[in-house]
């Protein structure tokens, strides 16, 4: 029972992770990568994963959709709550002013916090809301592409 669950779960989580890699978000599973991607001039939008019903129902489906717009950020990257422990834990260093939150978005420009969507403004919202949420984000901090 144990050994199938596990394989289940592995399955489960690999499959949330190609979910959001699909979307075009890189996966950043250290906490060099983390650091590396975050410090990059520009615009970074981040997705914590999470392997809960609302990251799958409502955070990657609308992480997905949302990046179908004019402006964009230089980059969009994800790292996985409970998974990737370490690199979760240096990319919430980051989050200065927000407790930790899974699913949730985070957008940084130049290395430095601009706005997040806590996991209280996914949960129990449809992902047309979420998606409304992250592209009003787009509008006022991003570029044209």
Request: aromatic fraction near 8%.
């Amino acid at each position: 029972m144990d050994m199938n669950f596990n394989m289940y779960m592995e399955d489960f989580i690999n499959t949330a992770r190609q979910e959001i890699e699909s979307a075009g978000y890189k996966q950043l599973t250290t906490p060099e990568a983390v650091t590396e991607a975050f410090n990059k001039p520009g615009t970074t939008f981040v997705m914590i994963n999470s392997v809960c019903g609302c990251a799958g129902g409502i955070a990657r489906p609308a992480a997905a959709h949302a990046i179908h717009y004019d402006k964009v950020p230089n980059q969009l990257v994800t790292v996985f709550a409970g998974q990737d422990k370490e690199a979760t834990a240096t990319a919430r260093e980051y989050f200065e002013g927000y407790p930790p939150s899974s699913p949730s978005f985070a957008l940084l420009k130049d290395g430095k916090i601009i706005s997040m969507i806590e996991r209280h403004e996914i949960e129990g919202h449809d992902p047309m809301s979420v998606i409304t949420s992250i592209q009003a984000l787009f509008e006022e901090h991003c570029e044209e592409r």
